[in-house]
T-cell receptor
Framework: NAGVTQTPKFRILKIGQSMTLQCTQDMNHNYMYWYRQDPGMGLKLIYYSVGAGITDKGEVPNGYNVSRSTTEDFPLRLELAAPSQTSVYFC????????????FGPGTRLTVT | DQQVKQNSPSLSVQEGRISILNCDYTNSMFDYFLWYKKYPAEGPTFLISISSIKDKNEDGRFTVFLNKSAKHLSLHIVPSQPGDSAVYFCAASDGGNQFYFGTGTSLTVIP
């Protein structure tokens, strides 16, 4: 199993550009999550999904959009990138929600200049 | 507002000694807690968990203690090894769909 994979690993965006961060898991997990980690901070939940076709906002959803058309994929879309979105983005998945650990991808380091 | 806090950004310990990492939380509804370990340029990996019906959980060299009245949990690593050098995050859930993460403690184990 590859687990959770994320692409790209690194990206530099100019202010106002858009991009999609890809996330795929091969563990048949229903739950998927997007987090961002800023320097010296913990992980903040952006969006999550409890299954294909179902998504919900986390703590910091502004400036982002998600979709979940399949169990495996959970892309994160940034529209009109801003410097405040410079961060490391982690995708995660879990079998269920609160009583199961999450499996994380390796992260995408995004810089917006 | 940070509901899960790790007040020590860093910790250095000699190899073979005990490492104690602390975590405090403010939400009394949290009932499940996890510790994750993170190496540079990698995603966090699950280490150990504890539910609120227990006050201790052990897995090899790792033990997590939960003090519900103090809203405090700690991770003990005995004996500490150089490979344990990483950033450790605690996370908590109230049974819903979200986990709330602390800011992390960077552990350095000195050979």
């Amino acid at each position: 199993n590859a687990g959770v994979t994320q692409t790209p690993k690194f990206r530099i965006l100019k202010i106002g550009q858009s991009m999609t961060l890809q996330c795929t898991q091969d563990m048949n997990h229903n739950y998927m999550y997007w987090y961002r980690q800023d320097p010296g901070m913990g992980l903040k939940l952006i969006y999550y999904s409890v299954g294909a076709g179902i998504t919900d906002k986390g703590e910091v959803p502004n400036g982002y959009n998600v979709s979940r058309s399949t169990t495996e994929d959970f892309p994160l879309r940034l529209e009109l990138a801003a410097p405040s979105q410079t961060s490391v983005y982690f995708c995660a998945s879990s079998y269920e929600a609160s009583f199961y650990e999450q499996y994380f991808g390796p992260g995408t380091r995004l810089t917006v200049t | 507002d940070q509901q899960v806090k790790q007040n020590s950004p860093s910790l250095s310990v000699q190899e073979g000694r005990i490492s104690i990492l602390n975590c405090d939380y403010t939400n009394s509804m949290f009932d499940y807690f996890l510790w994750y370990k993170k190496y540079p340029a990698e995603g966090p990996t699950f280490l150990i968990s504890i539910s609120s019906i227990k006050d201790k959980n052990e897995d090899g060299r790792f033990t997590v203690f939960l003090n519900k009245s103090a809203k405090h949990l700690s991770l003990h690593i005995v004996p500490s090894q150089p490979g344990d050098s990483a950033v450790y995050f605690c996370a908590a859930s109230d049974g819903g769909n979200q986990f709330y993460f602390g800011t992390g403690t960077s552990l350095t184990v000195i050979p």
